[in-house]
Structure formats: structure tokens, C-alpha cells
């Protein structure tokens, strides 16, 4: 039988999710003319349909449907990744220049979302049969084996994080990739090499952009106070950047968090939402979750994802097969790793990346993606061993 307790968790982070959709989509649905329950109504339906295919999921018996179900997505999306670049402007939707949506009717598909579920998949299925079945190799021959997953996680760095201007979703994607390779069995040293490679991809990418290096510049404009107290005065004085523009996302975020206090506001009476930042309920939805419900609000969510992430974790330790084990955990991952950038990023630890929080910030495909993988998890549930 599937995991009820976590079907349950999903279900209620998903109800928070069109609730807030409503209440902090205010400046958005005046500045549009939209109707008020446009946002509202279209996030309920992604959501009823994404508790739908969760059940469905679900039901399904993995040793017949989920090699198959993986493997489709993970070529699918890829597919779709590549092939929008050469759609008409008329299908796709763009932002900041970069095609990341294709437009399908009464929806737009993010292939990006998926591809992270398929990632996973392929890594699951590839971590078993070359790390599962080796023993005792030294740094040399982990090296030689991870050659094709840098030649995969290069394509992948091509497609979103240059072609869609996303760096954000390629880090979640390289952390998910070094901790699965650890849980695979890889070595420390290996797990090493890889973050090491990807913080130089990531300068790399920086550097190049004069957007990121502004970004950078504001997120250091406003934490160096607080970082470079803890220095001599000398290296503190070399180290300030002066003259900058306020930081106005990560500005108006922390101020919100601030006003929002230990109950909130009251749920609809935030006001960060009214125009100070255009589209509270996409990315800065935890933002002002705290304002209107206040950090018990924030607490609940946050046990809430402890407890999915840590009812993932549960089923993949019952679990005989490999590449369910590590499927699992992968997945576990991915959705902690969103959260935890998300979360830095809005209260000003890390700039802001634009990583959507899984089950509650507003995107159908964000939502249908996650989805589709808690479905998968739970479909693994069933051959969980009792304990």
C-alpha cells in the first residue's frame, strides 16, 4: 500500500499553495485586469489535476511501469529542452529574452520541470549499474566512470543555464547530482571534485553576465555589513562595495519577513504584495507567507517539508531495489535543495536564484512536475518493506 502520510503532507502543501496564490497575487491581477480569482482558478485546477496524478501514480506497480514512465520523461524533456529553441515565437514563451515556457492551450509548459525528475531517474538507473556493481576502485576509475554524467551535466548546463539564463535550476541539479553519487556509493574525494568543478562552472557563468555580477554586487551590498563586522577594519574597508542601488527584491523581502513578525499580519493583509514586489506569489512566496501568517506560519511549512522529505527518505531505506532506493533519494533532495535556496535567497543568506518553492509558489508546471515525481515515490511505497 502507498505511503497515506505522505500523500497527506503533499496534499496540505498544496492547498497552502493555491490559498496564498489568492492572497498575495493582489498587484498582479490589478495591473492585468485580470479577474480576482484568475490566478486562484487556474492553480486550483493544476493542483486538482496534480492530485489526481499523484493518486494515480500511486497505484501503479513499479517493477511493470517505472523504468518505462522514467525513461520517457527523461527523453521527453530533453527532447522538448532542445526542440523549443527552433519553435516560432508564437508557441513559446520567453523571459529576459531566453525561451523556457512552450506555450500549449490554457497553459504553459516549463520542459525544464521535468527534465530534473528525469535527471534524477537517469541517475538512479545509470548509479546502479555502474556504482552499484563495482567495489573497492580507486579515485582514478570513479573519475573514468563519472565521465558521461560531466557530459550530461554539460549538455544540461547548455540548455538551462545558457540557453534559458537559469543558473539556479543547475545548481540544484549539480548538489542533487554529488549527493546521489555519495549515496551511490562514490567517495567523498569524488563528491569533492564535482562541487569544486561546479563552483567554477558557476564563477565561470557569473563573470560572463553582467546581470549576475550586478546581482552578486546587491546581494553583497546588503549582507557585507553584517559579514564584514567580523573582519579587521583594514580587509573590511578593501572588501565594501559602495554606491550601489538598493537590493530592492531581497529589500522588500526581508522587510516583509520583518513586518510579518511572530503571527503575521493576517492572511490578505500583507502588503509587500501591493506593488513593492510585482509577483509575491511565484518566487517570493515565502516572503509573504511570513508577512500574513507570521513565523508559525513559516514553521508549519517548514515541518511540513521535513516531514515529506523525511517520509521520502523512510521509503527509500525499506526498499530492496537500488534504483528505487536511489530515485528516492534524489527526489528527497531535489525538493530540499529548491526549498533551502529559495528560503536563503529571499531572507538575503545567498542571492536570489529564482527557484520556485516545490508544492506552493504559483506555476502549473512547477507543480505538475512534483507532482508527478511524489507520485513515483509513492508508487515505490508499495514495495516498501515493513518494519
Not at 505522505?6 to 496540505?12: A, E, H, N, R, S
Not at 516583509?256 to 513578525?261: D, K, L, P, R, T
Not at 518553492?357 to 512534483?370: E, N, R, T
Request: aromatic share 14%; charged share 10%.
Amino acid at each position: 500500500m502507498a505511503n497515506r502520510r505522505l500523500f497527506f503532507v503533499v496534499v496540505g502543501l498544496i492547498c497552502v499553495g493555491v490559498l496564498m496564490s489568492y492572497s498575495l497575487a493582489a498587484y498582479s491581477v490589478g495591473f492585468f485586469g485580470y479577474d480576482e480569482f484568475h490566478f486562484f482558478g487556474r492553480e486550483l485546477l493544476v493542483a486538482i489535476v496534480g492530485i489526481i496524478v499523484i493518486w494515480l501514480f500511486a497505484q501503479l506497480d513499479p517493477d511493470k511501469s517505472f523504468q518505462n514512465i522514467g525513461l520517457g520523461i527523461f527523453l521527453l524533456s530533453l527532447l522538448l529542452m532542445v526542440g523549443m529553441h527552433f519553435l516560432p515565437t508564437s508557441l513559446v514563451s520567453s523571459a529576459g529574452g531566453a525561451k523556457r515556457w512552450i506555450k500549449l492551450p490554457g497553459l504553459s509548459l516549463a520542459p525544464s520541470e521535468f527534465f530534473k525528475i528525469g535527471f534524477v531517474y537517469f541517475l538512479a538507473w545509470s548509479f546502479t549499474r555502474k556504482f552499484g556493481t563495482e567495489a573497492n576502485f580507486n579515485l582514478k576509475d570513479e573519475i573514468k566512470l563519472f565521465i558521461p554524467y560531466i557530459v550530461l551535466f554539460f549538455i544540461a548546463v547548455v540548455l538551462i543555464a545558457v540557453l534559458q539564463n537559469d543558473l539556479g535550476q543547475v545548481i540544484v541539479l549539480a548538489l542533487t547530482l554529488g549527493f546521489m553519487l555519495l549515496f551511490a556509493g562514490g567517495s567523498l574525494r569524488l563528491l569533492g571534485i564535482i562541487l569544486l568543478t561546479t563552483l567554477s562552472i558557476g564563477l565561470v557563468a557569473i563573470i560572463t553576465s553582467p546581470h549576475r555580477i550586478l546581482r552578486v554586487k546587491l546581494w553583497w551590498a546588503n549582507a557585507q555589513d553584517s559579514i564584514l563586522a567580523l573582519l579587521p577594519q583594514s580587509l573590511a574597508n578593501s572588501l565594501r562595495v559602495e554606491n550601489l542601488p538598493e537590493p530592492y527584491q531581497i529589500y522588500h523581502a526581508t522587510n516583509a519577513i520583518f513586518n510579518g513578525g511572530f503571527l503575521g499580519n493576517g492572511l490578505g493583509e500583507g502588503v509587500i504584495k501591493l506593488g513593492f514586489l510585482s509577483e509575491v506569489h511565484t518566487d517570493i512566496v515565502l516572503a509573504g507567507i511570513v508577512e500574513e501568517l507570521g513565523f508559525v506560519g513559516l514553521f508549519f511549512i517548514v515541518a511540513a517539508f521535513t516531514t515529506m522529505i523525511f517520509y521520502i527518505f523512510k521509503i527509500a531505506n525499506r526498499v530492496h531495489n537500488m534504483t528505487y532506493y536511489l530515485f528516492c533519494v534524489g527526489i528527497a533532495l531535489l525538493l530540499a535543495f529548491s526549498f533551502i535556496i529559495n528560503a536563503f535567497g529571499i531572507s538575503g543568506i545567498t542571492p536570489i536564484k529564482g527557484i520556485a518553492v516545490p508544492f506552493i509558489s504559483y506555476g502549473g508546471s512547477s507543480l505538475l512536475a512534483s507532482c508527478l515525481a511524489i507520485g513515483l515515490v509513492l508508487s515505490i511505497s508499495r514495495r516498501a518493506k515493513i518494519l
